[in-house]
């Protein structure tokens, strides 16, 4: 999952986006309003962590010109503005969720958490298909109870297949979605880590949809058709 951070701190920008790495997402940093409105607009985020106090263009700006846009990413407002019709405010320009400074780095990771799961339509913090569990505030797979061990980027492959089980993914998306912006990107590999996946995981839970990508499925479910390319 790939999470913009837009914070004019750079030192907390930095804490925020370190922490979040640690937490296996794939995280860019936007110092100013400007460069997050345009990265807003041009990238595919999972979620947004966006600082109200930013220079050039106030985050309250550049959020209400994301929903204009019809730009739907999960927003987390972070600033040190506490009051209440501050708040309001950035609800109000589209917000999903707020945090007001200080706060606690974990607690910022754990909305986030929550704010991507309700938007790919999930309640629970454990992610399931078949035999395969995914705990999402701690990283952990099982598949029939038993824990594997995976890379980061197979948890990063695996957490967005679970996220969107049961939807076709392309490898340009799987490849826009575990990466960063700075990040080498080889649209290649893909096809390593779902290899790799597969062999640990063991249960045919990653279907190949020929011509078009990869979707996850419940091995026990009757398997859905084919989608037709254009």
Not at 50 to 76: A, F, H, M, Y
Not at 205 to 221: A, F, H, K, M, Q
Request: with cysteine; hydrophobic share 40%.
């Amino acid at each position: 999952m790939r999470v913009l951070v837009a914070e004019d701190d750079q030192q907390l920008a930095q804490q925020v986006h370190d922490a979040l790495v640690e937490a296996a997402y794939a995280v860019d940093l936007a110092h100013d309003g400007e460069e997050a409105q345009f990265l807003g607009e041009t990238e595919p985020y999972d979620a947004v962590v966006l600082d109200l106090g930013l220079p050039k263009i106030d985050g309250v700006t550049v959020l209400e010109s994301w929903r204009q846009n019809g730009i739907n990413t999960p927003v987390l407002i972070l600033t040190a503005r506490d009051r209440w019709h501050d708040k309001v405010a950035g609800f109000d320009s589209g917000a999903d969720d707020y945090v007001t400074k200080p706060f606690r780095i974990e607690e910022v990771v754990a909305r986030l958490r929550a704010l991507i799961r309700r938007a790919a339509g999930h309640a629970s913090a454990e992610l399931t298909c078949g035999p395969v569990a995914l705990e999402t505030s701690s990283a952990k797979v099982t598949v029939d109870g038993q824990p594997i061990r995976l890379t980061a980027q197979e948890y990063k492959l695996l957490a967005y297949l679970m996220h969107h089980k049961g939807k076709v993914v392309s490898r340009t998306e799987l490849t826009e979605h575990i990466y960063d912006q700075n990040f080498d990107r080889d649209s290649n590999t893909i096809e390593v880590f779902v290899g790799r996946l597969r062999r640990k995981i063991g249960a045919p839970v990653i279907d190949t949809v020929r011509g078009l990508g990869y979707r996850l499925i419940d091995p026990e479910s009757p398997p859905e058709p084919e989608d037709s390319p254009d």
